[in-house]
């Protein structure tokens, strides 16, 4: 029997509580039944979103809330500013060009966090931008852009909004919607929040609002103004994924119960756990500055194949992490720490880790990480 561990930037494991919530009885999301358990998802979403906001929920992937959130509030030939330092700032781009925007991206070198300066500087040089783009946690690079820092440069600029996507960052970093200016900001159920995938979340402000009722981008599902209209009566404007939502808020009663700076707590202790127990192996990350509290990304040691090392962790040890993607593929791997996640979550990966570098080969004393982490972790 091999037992398994899931260890991956999303999906991410569940706790007990919330899968006993998914099997209670279904009830129907138009019946009076359902009105209370909405009500109560959606205040929860608006404390964890630190926001006075109403937060969307949306039945699709945390994608489907990025196309949303190009597609309401944006036109065609609209000039948009797209932070491109991975895999999901390159989505960003092929959203906003699928719907025919005028995309002038910051390219930033995988590994590396944009520097805030460079945005105030595209900003200040072309007055037609009307929206940045940016991830909070460029999941697959494990850096965090400083998302406070770009808040206040973009509220300097009337006419320009400030989109987020914080589907990997959301509870693993503290993000404050409102305080910092973020006028969209998307989340997804299978990374922080604990919850199995199927919806996405999306805040968005009074400005955004402002500016979708200049949107002429086609849409019909991801239509947020008419799931604003819905939510107001408690309901969303299709079918509800009435299982998913009665397991959110089950997912939020326990955050809530933890405190939200705990929570950011949690991850931050974990993470840096984790990165300094795998230098304690020897081994170089591959976020060179500005790592994130979700994932950590590591370069595979020279010939070995970074996928390789995701494989082996999976087929022989039952543990699942991350490899690369993209131009990264091969030559890193990732573990995560997010969401439903402890200390010996971060044991079991490291001493996994450790035994699949010396079964390929790579000196490695075992039990050098394991110390390093349980040094930090029980402090």
Known sequence: MLKRYLLAPGPTP??????????APIIHHRSPDFIPVLESAKNGLKWLFQTKNDVLIIASTGTGGMVGA?????????????????????RWTK????????????????????KPEDIESALESDKDIKGVFIQACETSTGVYHDIEAVGNIVKKHE??????DAISALVAHDIKTDEWGIDIMVGGSQKGLMLPPGLAFVSVSEKAWKKAETSTAPRFYFDFKKERESLAKNQTNFTSSVTLIIALNEAIKLL????LENVFKRHARLAHATR?????LGLTMYTKESPSNSVTAVEAPEGIDGQLIYKTLREKYGITGAGGQGKARGKIFR????????????????????????????????GSGVAKAEEILMR
């Open 276 to 280: 300094e127990a795998v230098k304690a």
């Open 70 to 90: 190009v597609n309401n509030f944006f036109s065609a030939g609209e000039k948009v500013l797209v932070v491109n330092g991975g895999k999901f700032g390159e």
């Open 256 to 259: 809530q119960k933890e405190g």
């Open 159 to 164: 006419d320009v909004l400030f989109i987020v």
């Open 14 to 23: 569940v706790p007990p509580e919330v899968l006993l919530s998914m099997a």
């Open 335 to 366: 573990i995560a720490h997010l969401g439903y996640a402890d200390t010996f979550d971060v044991i079991t990966a490291i001493a996994g880790l450790e035994m699949v570098l010396k079964s390929l080969g790579h000196p490695v004393t075992l």
């Open 95 to 114: 959203i906003c060009r699928s719907y025919g925007l005028d995309v002038k991206e910051i390219e930033v070198e995988w590994g590396y966090a944009v």
